[in-house]
């Protein structure tokens, strides 16, 4: 797959899609038989009398405001914490935001939808179909890698008994009750941040974190979760796993946190107030924004709140090396020759099975005989 250049990733994801909603979600207290104008000002009307103007928020909520005016509420979570999903909808219900953005990207927004049985028994499972896929769509060593991380996501949740994203869930429901609330994805395309990964590293060093990976068993309790909303558990492990190795912990979780301040900054520019007609003249007001991202992204998205972010060089896909295009070119001839002496072997078997039916053996005699 091709990668977008950097512009039109960040529109496709600032976009109004299927995950955002733009319009008035919540009219049950709406009069009927009213016009447009009235419903447009009662809906916001609604909307600035549920706003607090000094909001009691968590203590996982770190509050930043821009130059127009805007303020922007950061809930720092972790993925697999119960607490963190009530963060996220006292915040929302309390400052009734203009903007939600979450820690997610395109490819990972189907995960808002589907309901938490389904998502458990997703999360649980890694096949060869997952595999596939995510070679398909990232290449060999990016996939491979992807799907390594997807086994520590599964070991926290088979030992918790907890499908992640609960807080994206939770904010996205919470924005579709808040009239005139836009829903933003706003962390960087995966494929982007696996490839950027995987050339950061040497081949021993993609060796040793593949290692690690592997062979992560530790046990995990709720406590432990809880323990770590000063810094998000997921994250946590991998920064152990990762902490010898600085330019793939700058490609995972640096430029990451640049990302998310660029779009949380993107999203913070100000809202402009519903019109009932295009004859209405345009008016716009500081917007009030809900970031929902990991804990671990919070002091990286502080750090660069006041400086001038730049997503284009982040955004770009280095071209692999000589050393990754043999060891990808490597790794294929090897999954097809197990997969051709598999098939050798089966067919050999089932060959083998049937002339080892009585039925077959008659046949063949009575052949023989004819022959003669």
């Known amino acids: 797959m091709q990668d977008s250049p950097p512009q039109e990733v960040g529109a496709e ?29 009662i809906l916001w009307e609604m909307k600035m009398k549920k706003r607090q103007k000094s909001p009691s928020l968590p203590e996982t909520v770190t509050e930043l405001s821009t130059e127009e005016g805007s303020k922007v509420y950061i809930v720092g979570t972790a993925h697999f914490s119960d607490s963190s999903k009530q963060d996220v909808v006292k915040t929302i219900q309390e400052v009734q935001p203009d903007v939600v953005v ?81 829903f933003h994805l706003g962390d960087r395309p995966i494929p982007v941040t696996f490839k950027r990964a995987i050339a950061a590293l040497s081949f021993w060093q993609k060796v040793k974190l593949a290692w690690g990976l592997c062979s992560l068993s530790d046990p995990i309790s709720e ?16 920064a152990e796993m990762i902490g010898e190795f600085p330019d793939l912990h700058r490609t995972i979780v640096s430029e990451r946190d640049i990302y998310l301040t660029y779009m949380l900054k993107q999203a913070a520019r100000k809202t402009e107030l519903p019109r009932a007609s295009e004859t209405e003249p345009r008016k716009s007001v500081p ?23 730049n997503i284009q060089e982040i955004m770009s896909v280095p071209p692999p090396s000589a050393l990754n295009r043999i060891i990808t070119f490597t790794a294929k001839v090897t999954f097809f020759g197990l997969l051709g002496y598999g098939c050798f072997c089966l067919s050999k078997r089932t060959v083998q099975l049937i002339l080892s039916v009585p039925a077959t053996q008659y046949c063949l005699q009575r052949l023989n005989q004819m022959r003669i």
Not at 133 to 153: D, P, Y
Request: glycine share 6%; proline share 3%.
């Open 223 to 238: 406590d432990d979760v809880e323990k770590c909303k000063q810094k998000d558990l997921l994250e946590q492990m991998m």
């Open 287 to 309: 917007s009030i924004v809900v970031g929902v991202v990991g804990m671990g992204h919070v002091p990286g998205i502080e750090k660069n709140w006041n400086t001038d972010v």
């Open 102 to 182: 979450v820690e997610l990207c395109q490819y990972r927004v189907s995960m808002l939808k589907m309901d938490e049985e389904t998502l458990l028994k997703e999360a649980k499972e890694i096949n060869l179909e997952k595999l596939h896929q995510a070679i398909k769509q990232n290449g060999v060593m990016s996939g491979l890698m992807q799907m390594l991380l997807l086994k520590v996501s599964a070991h926290i949740t088979e030992q918790l008994g907890m499908a992640p994203g609960g807080e994206f869930r939770e904010a996205f429901k919470e924005a579709s009750k808040v009239p005139f609330c836009k």
């Open 13 to 41: 994801v600032m976009a109004a899609s299927e995950t955002a909603e733009d319009g008035p979600n919540d009219t049950s207290d709406v009069p009927h038989n009213i016009s447009d104008a009235d419903a447009f000002r």
